[in-house]
Nanobody, 123 residues
Framework: QVQLVESGGGLVQAGDSLRLSCVAS????????MGWFRQAPGKEREFLAA????????DYADSVKGRFGISRDNAKVRVYLQMDSLRPEDTAVYFC????????????????WGQGTQVTVSS
C-alpha cells in the first residue's frame, strides 16, 4: 500500500503564493507518476497537474496553466505544487495522488490518494 501525506495548505490572500508538498511512503516506487487534484465545496474533484517519474513531462489543467507548477524530488520521495497568483476560486481541498502511469492521473483514476490539505484564498 502507498501512503501519501500532504502539507503546506493554509489561509492566504488573493495574489499570494503557496507551495504544497506531498511525501510518499509504503510500497511506493519512484517510477510512479504523481499529481495533484482539488475539490471545492459542492464541486467534483478536479485534475490540476501530473508529472512523470523522471520529471521530464508535466501536464496541467487549463484552469491553472501558467499559475501552478508541479515538480518532484525522487531522493526525498516528494512532489510539490507551487501555486502563484492565487484567487478566491482556488479555495479547495488539495489532494496528492500517485499512479503507475500519468495517463491514469489525467483521466481521474489514480490508484492512490492522500487525505488532502485545505487551501483557502480570501479576497
Amino acid at each position: 500500500q502507498v501512503q501519501l501525506v500532504e502539507s503546506g495548505g493554509g489561509l492566504v490572500q488573493a495574489g499570494d503564493s503557496l507551495r504544497l508538498s506531498c511525501v510518499a511512503s509504503g510500497a511506493f516506487y519512484n517510477t510512479y507518476a504523481m499529481g495533484w487534484f482539488r475539490q471545492a465545496p459542492g464541486k467534483e474533484r478536479e485534475f490540476l497537474a501530473a508529472i512523470t517519474w523522471s520529471g521530464g513531462i508535466t501536464d496541467y489543467a487549463d484552469s491553472v496553466k501558467g499559475r501552478f507548477g508541479i515538480s518532484r524530488d525522487n531522493a526525498k520521495v516528494r512532489v510539490y505544487l507551487q501555486m502563484d497568483s492565487l484567487r478566491p476560486e482556488d479555495t479547495a481541498v488539495y489532494f496528492c495522488v500517485a499512479s503507475q502511469t500519468s495517463s491514469h492521473i489525467r483521466n481521474g483514476r489514480p490508484e492512490w490518494w492522500g487525505q488532502g490539505t485545505q487551501v483557502t484564498v480570501s479576497s
